[in-house]
């Protein structure tokens, strides 16, 4: 006896990838937290990907001096396709100064975002007592966030304000193909 098997409709996942990028002390994991903590408020699934926190969770310890921070954004990036295929909406907080990694994440994710947190260099050598040579700055992040004249919190209003513009929701034709 066969039994009858309903018709699902699957909707498309509504998963994207906000990748904060900016130099040292920018601000980023500041902005990033704040930005998935409304999110969780409105009832979104939301995941922070940052990368000491992945490195500990997938048993890597703590980087050492002079690590690759290159590999380091390579996995995030993996890790936020995988949430962006599935619905999720990935917060990465990348620390890689240079943009292969970046541009490689905005290959593979369909729904992605460069947020941009710009804060000049002494200001970011300040707050974190590193001085980041090497950084090297989007030409074209789909959001530039200006950190030295604002609050955290006018920071991340700016970030939702931009999800909430539809920005991120369409589809841009240069991502045919990608994953989530």
Known sequence: MAFPIPEVRMEQPTGRCLW???????????IAARVVTALRADG?????LERDSVREGLGLGPAPDGDDLGADDRRLAWLASRFAAHGVIAVVVGRSARREPIEDARLTIRRFAEVFVDTPAELGQERSGELDLAFEAPVHPELRVVTHDRTADASAAQVISFLESGDLAAESSTSAGRAG
């Open 20 to 30: 904060f990028s900016g130099r040292a002390g920018a601000g980023k994991r500041t």
């Open 44 to 48: 979104l699934a939301v995941e922070l």
